[in-house]
């Protein structure tokens, strides 16, 4: 059977950077507290741009970084849970800007595991022998659905974008995956609600709450310590390695004491576990693809490495995927 290789990374983010010291300007809140908690001191948020911008850039470098023209391209995977629209998906939207014609584009939504879904997705359409290659993304404008006013959420989360190029191969590539949900426990984390009300039954306008981030910070504190060490843990079984063989892993950015915790019942070196979300803050979808392109940029990965991306997020969902460089 094929095998599916990531030819190239990147990424793209606002330019507009925001500190906690700014955040304690608009709620009741320190740097301290939110490092503390944390380890985030900054995040990029976005100036008015909305989530197609930072995408359709990243999709742009990732053609000219994968040396591929835009006609080249069989298919398109964006996840999002901040779209510009309902429809058209952002892939869509990527399509038209780049003129990717002869692509298949579509979005899909798993939360802050969704690039993780939408590279799984990939793999096996390419697997399935008729696509040979595609363009993975995740992106967000998380800060249009942030609530502001509520210190206990709007400090976490940044927005930006990051994707992968891949395509067919012969050898190493995405070795294993292992990926779930727990739909029952979907109100732990919310977001975007829109509310089922028009002018024929003359509901009066309202802004509902359910709009913004809701989470429940210590649910989700257990469930991604849980999820993603029992995953982590089933994909180094069933592909016979041990935590030594992984050369990095990259976690969803969320918070540096979900991932000491993990690196801790592990037994792996913390220094092990790539974290940039002191400067990127909590991006969902695109916090594995934008620190997969920091490696990948800064060098630091050799063709044969072993490299265990793992995420989790709302919905609720958990994500590992085991890839050879
Ligand atoms: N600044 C100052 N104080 C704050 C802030 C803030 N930004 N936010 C909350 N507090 C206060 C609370 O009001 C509370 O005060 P009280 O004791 O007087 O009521 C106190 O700090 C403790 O609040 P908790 O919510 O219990 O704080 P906790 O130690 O659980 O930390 C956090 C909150 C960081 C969210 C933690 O629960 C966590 O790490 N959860 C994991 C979830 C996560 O990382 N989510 C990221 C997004 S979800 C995702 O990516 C899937």
Redo the contacts with the bound molecule.
Sequence with gaps: MKKVKVIATAAAYPEQVVTNDD?AKI????DE??SQ??GIKERRISSGENTSVFVIETARKLLERAEVSAEEIDLIIVASVTPDYGTPSLACMVQKALGTKNAVCFDIVA??SGFMFALSTADKFIKAGKYRNAIVIGGETLSKIVDWSD???????GDGAGGAYIEETDEGGLLRENIGTEGECYEI?TEGYTRCANAFNDIESYQDPRWY?F?N??E??KF?TKKVIQSIRQVLDEEGLQAEDIRYFIP?Q??A??VEVIAKKLNVPFDRFEMNMERFG?T?SA?IPIALNELNEKGLLERGDKIMLSG???D?TWATVLIEW
């Design positions: 955040l709620v009741d809140t320190s507290w939110i908690r944390t939360a802050c210190r206990s959420t709007c400090v976490l989360f984390l981030v989470m910070g210590r989700v504190f991604a969803h969320a918070n004491r979900i909590n969902s916090s989790f997020g709302g609720m």
